[in-house]
Nanobody, 127 residues
């Protein structure tokens, strides 16, 4: 089993920055992809960004391209999401997820591809 612990988040004004981290422990060898999803009040959970950790390739939702950057520290099995130029519509609970995906390039944004989820961390962006 894989266990995920998230940190970071908080409140910031529009245009500000925040950093989220997710550290995986346990049977990390079973994981080839880690991702961030978010859920705004009254909306469905959506994919934000992902890392194909095996080869270090990243994927982004169109809404965050150019503003968010996902990176990894493989030694610590930690994934970091640097969020810049935040907007009110970025507000929500951000969840870290991990799994072993077939063709991550095609399926990184699909929720049911991930078998382990973090507890979530709140991000609030005020205008």
């Amino acid at each position: 089993q894989v266990h995920l612990v998230e940190s970071g988040g908080g409140s910031v004004q529009s245009g500000g920055s925040l950093t989220l981290s997710c550290t995986a422990s346990g049977n990390t060898a079973s994981t080839n992809c880690m991702a961030w999803f978010r859920q705004a009040p009254g909306k469905e959970r959506e994919a934000v960004a992902a890392l194909y950790v095996t080869i270090g390739r990243s994927y982004y939702a169109d809404s965050v391209k150019g503003r968010f950057t996902v990176s990894q520290d493989k030694a610590k099995y930690t994934m970091t999401l640097q969020m810049n130029n935040l907007r009110p519509e970025d507000t929500g609970i951000y969840y870290c997820a991990a799994g072993h995906l077939v063709q991550p390039a095609n399926h990184w944004a699909v929720m049911n591809q991930y078998t382990t989820w973090g507890q979530g961390t709140q991000v609030t962006v005020s205008s």
